[in-house]
């Protein structure tokens, strides 16, 4: 018997619908649009793709949705105007400045120079300090969704054992302090870790975000198991096309495991929707509004 599909597209395709609906209250009844600025410095064509959903997916919920792309030789004193100027701007709630940006400015600078209350990607370290003392944040939009199919699958995960594997500050670090929040006993893998099939076969839960297409073999998972892969890896497929696959071999994963995201269609699309959710609800606290339920963490 297979595992049970966790279909991160419907999901996240219901997260949007609730966002909506709760924009639509925001504009009839108080006058407020919620709104989003995307920052794109230079011309990768993948980042290029994922601005473009993220504006389409945008204005679809009824938001505003403002793009900004800068040459890629912008210099960081011009890149750190946009930012002020965008934290002075009251029709914006949210600032995403898409990563990874070009070598010659400073990621840590650029990122820690945004609102923390517009800081829709949970980024600043102020957010970082909070989620990391279980204080209300905004919340990383990856792990946000990765969390959502998480709970939906299993209700509780309270005491479940949690494998995380990776340990970057936008997807393995805050994954890992959510699963702590939910009471699971985490453990952290990375590229030092000894025996990693032996740690992952301990898991409840594994969430693989690795970047290495189709790391993670069925044999690693504990029968049972939920899977959930966060990585994005394109590699060449046939007919000289290329496809995407995840940092798990999703054939023999779906053999063991009690249920699996698909990549694509899994995990990627809730991003889109948590950072609309992550929207809306630094919108409703900068004005004191009630916020939207069952889309934070
Ligand atoms: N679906 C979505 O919405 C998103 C998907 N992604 C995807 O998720 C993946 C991870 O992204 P990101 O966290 O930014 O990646 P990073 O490259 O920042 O981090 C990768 C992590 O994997 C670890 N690692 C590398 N090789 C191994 C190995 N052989 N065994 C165990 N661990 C290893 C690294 O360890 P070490 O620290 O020791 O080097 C590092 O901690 C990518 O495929 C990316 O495209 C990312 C963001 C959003
Ligand atoms: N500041 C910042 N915040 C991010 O959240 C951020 C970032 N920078 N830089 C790049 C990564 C990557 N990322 C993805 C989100 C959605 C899909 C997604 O929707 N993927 C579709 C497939 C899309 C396709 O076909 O190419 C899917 O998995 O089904 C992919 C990748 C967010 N990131």
């Known amino acids: 018997m297979g595992a049970t599909i966790i279909d991160g ?19 009839d ?13 230079g011309e990768d064509p ?12 945008t204005t679809e919920a009824g938001m505003k949705s403002v793009e900004h792309r800068l040459d890629p030789s912008t210099s960081e004193a011009d890149l750190l105007a946009l930012i002020r100027d965008l934290n002075a701007d009251e029709t914006i709630h949210g600032i995403l400045v898409q990563l990874p940006l070009p070598k010659h400015l400073d990621e840590d600078l650029v990122i820690n120079s945004i609102d923390p209350a517009k800081d829709v990607d949970g980024f600043h370290i102020s957010n970082v300090g909070l989620l990391g003392t279980g204080q209300k944040s905004m919340v990383p939009c990856t792990p946000l969704g990765c969390l959502m199919m998480l709970r939906e699958h299993l209700g509780s995960l309270s005491g479940l054992n949690a494998v995380v594997i990776g340990r970057s500050n936008i997807v393995g670090k805050p994954m890992a302090q959510l699963l702590l929040g939910d009471s699971c006993t985490v453990t952290i893998a990375h590229s030092r870790t000894k025996d990693l099939p032996g740690v992952v076969r301990g898991a409840d839960i594994v969430v693989a975000a690795v970047g290495r297409p189709e790391m993670v073999p069925g044999d690693w998972i504990k029968p049972g198991a ?8 394109r590699v060449d497929g046939d007919a000289g096309k290329t496809r995407l696959v995840g940092d798990c071999y999703y054939a023999s994963c ?18 889109i929707a948590c950072l609309l959710a992550n929207t809306v609800t630094a919108c409703c606290r900068s004005h004191g509004l009630a916020e939207p339920e069952g889309l934070t963490a």
Not at 226 to 233: E, M, P, S
């Open 9 to 27: 597209k419907a999901f996240a395709a219901k997260v949007r619908e609730k966002v909506a609906t709760h924009v639509a209250r925001l504009v």
């Open 46 to 57: 993948a980042s290029q793709v994922y601005v473009r959903s993220k504006g389409k997916a």
């Open 226 to 233: 939920t899977v959930i892969d966060v990585g994005i890896n």
């Open 29 to 41: 009844e108080h006058g407020i649009t919620p709104g989003l600025a995307v920052v794109l410095v």
């Open 254 to 271: 779906e053999k063991v495991a009690g249920a699996i995201t698909p990549v694509p269609g899994g995990v990627g699309p809730m991003t």
